[in-house]
Nanobody
């Protein structure tokens, strides 16, 4: 199993910045993809950003130019640096990881979520 622990959420005013962190632990052979998803009240969970083991990134159009995702491979940690935050960014942010187990099978894991609230 893979455990993902997020941190860094909180209350921030519009235009502010925040950095989210997610650290993976447990038993697995490799982490192939790590990403961030978010879910606002009454809305479907959506991809915010993801990054592959090769460093390829993908962002939702709504966050391009404002959010940056990056990984620390040694720490098995993914970060989401968010700037110019808007009220529409308010959501629970979930860390996601696609891993390959020692049995060569892929699995998909989720963190517990961290609340980001953008409000004055």
């Amino acid at each position: 199993q893979v455990q993902l622990v997020e941190s860094g959420g909180g209350l921030v005013p519009p235009g502010g910045s925040l950095r989210l962190s997610c650290t993976a632990s447990g038993s697995f052979f490799s982490i192939n993809v790590m990403g961030w998803y978010r879910q606002a009240p009454g809305k479907q969970r959506e991809l915010v950003a993801k990054i592959t083991s090769a460093g390829t990134t993908n962002y939702a159009d709504s966050v391009k130019g404002r959010f940056v995702i990056f990984r620390d491979f040694a720490k098995k940690t993914v970060y989401l640096h968010m700037v110019s935050l808007k009220p529409d960014d308010t959501a629970v942010y979930y860390c996601n990881a696609e891993t390959t187990g020692w049995d060569s099978h892929e699995s998909n894991s989720w963190g517990q979520g961290t609340q980001v609230t953008v409000s004055s």
